[in-house]
């Protein structure tokens, strides 16, 4: 058994071996099985299983080079603020992420709680499942991760050690190329067109001049707010769900930003799902997003005025313009973040399923030109997104032109 007292890339046996050294529960078990999980970008996965008592636990160990490219050269030590953003969020949304039981430093990684007996949020809503209690439960984790790590909750001084102690450059400067600017530049030929939709991505997106000075202030912005604890990650494919439960995982990009970014990457992986909908003619499906993006952005105003009016400690944010000041502005981002997520999943390296698994060929090439009009409409237009219903009716307005056009 190796000692695991110098940092190395596990495989199953390293991590069976692993968990029996680290975590009590599994010192003495005989019947152990381990499988590699992971199907992100980044890191290693694995789900241990005591055989004799049905315990488990998720090991996830960070590698050194990214899974989607080994031209992402990366520090290990991502997995910490990974694990530190999760304690932090378990202590602010409880029951909203998984327990941490172990962060191992050396080694680059995690155990925690095991939530398998859940399914991927992605996976569901490309099968056309629907979740009742998404949105309330996605709200509460946003407004309290979110308004409750901002200065107008907390101590600035506090606030302040927390953005030192979430510095994540390297996973900033992945989202910095392959959010803000690739999709609209390609400068490193990495982008992935889906071939018929070469001429709409070059008049859409590569030659459209007014996009690329709203991109350029949404990217600077993204650079030099350093709002709140961000998430960093927050699309469907990081969240487990049932029909009860609602859990946040994979905040391996956590760090000081502007809170729109987490909202809008919600409300565009919504967008993907109503589109995947769309093509496959499933009304139901269509009706109940259009009904969760409504829900989403109505309940984050409704409990984050709330938040504010419980949490808030800064003497000046005690005013009720100014909240509704820094709540507009704070809407304003999410549809410009919203625009960027739709963007980059329809044309950069990292895409979804809820799109690239559409058949045939012209039913997916319709839902890209579908959701790159609505994300050329919410970057160029944030001040129009206000309501969860603005959403909606920017689907249904890029709809009548698909078909006008």
Request: proline share 3%.
């Amino acid at each position: 058994m190796p000692s695991f007292e110098q940092y190395f890339l596990m495989n199953t046996d390293h991590v069976k071996d692993y968990v029996k050294a680290n975590i009590h529960t599994f010192k003495n078990a005989q019947n152990i099985t381990c499988l590699e999980i992971g199907d992100g970008n980044l890191n290693y996965v694995y789900r241990v299983l005591n055989n004799d008592t049905n315990d488990s636990v998720i090991v996830k160990q960070a590698g050194t080079t990214a899974r989607i490219s080994d031209e992402f050269i990366l520090s290990t030590t991502r997995n910490k603020i990974e694990t530190e953003a999760l304690k932090l969020q378990h202590t602010l949304a409880p029951g909203l992420v998984p327990e941490i039981y172990l962060l191992d430093e050396t080694m680059s990684c995690c155990v925690m709680e095991d939530l398998s007996h859940l399914t991927i949020m992605r996976t569901a809503l490309t099968n056309f499942e629907t979740f009742p209690k998404f949105a309330e439960h996605i709200t509460d984790f946003m407004v309290n991760t979110l308004l409750r790590t901002s200065d107008v909750v907390l101590n600035h001084k506090d606030k302040k050690e927390l953005v030192r102690t979430f510095i994540n450059p390297e996973l900033c400067e992945i989202s910095e190329d392959l959010v803000f600017t690739e999709p609209f530049h390609n400068q490193f030929n990495r982008n992935e067109v889906t071939p018929g939709n070469e001429h709409f991505v070059q008049t859409h997106l590569y030659s459209n001049k007014e996009l690329h000075l709203e991109v350029a202030k949404l990217k600077f912005h993204f650079m030099n707010n350093s709002q709140s604890l961000l998430h960093g990650d927050l699309h469907t494919g990081s969240i487990f769900i049932d029909q009860n439960d609602t859990e946040m995982i994979d905040p391996e990009f956590a760090f000081f930003g502007p809170m729109g970014y987490d909202i809008g990457n919600i409300m565009a992986n919504l967008i993907f799902a109503w589109a995947r909908g769309d093509a496959y003619q499933q009304k139901e499906f269509t009706e109940w997003v259009e009904n969760t993006l409504f829900d989403v952005l109505d309940l984050f105003d409704t409990k984050f005025n709330k938040a504010w009016d419980e949490h808030a400690t800064e003497v000046v944010a005690k005013n009720s313009d100014f909240k509704q000041h820094y709540l507009q502005n704070i809407l304003k981002d999410t549809a410009g973040m919203a625009g960027l997520e739709l963007a980059r999943r329809i044309v950069g390296l990292a895409k979804v399923k809820d799109i690239t698994t559409i058949e045939p060929i012209e039913n997916r090439l319709k839902a890209e030109r579908l959701c790159l009009r609505v994300a050329q409409t919410l970057i160029l237009n944030p001040h129009d997104f206000s309501h969860g219903g603005d959403y909606v009716t920017a689907l249904q307005n890029a709809l009548q032109e698909e078909k006008n056009d």
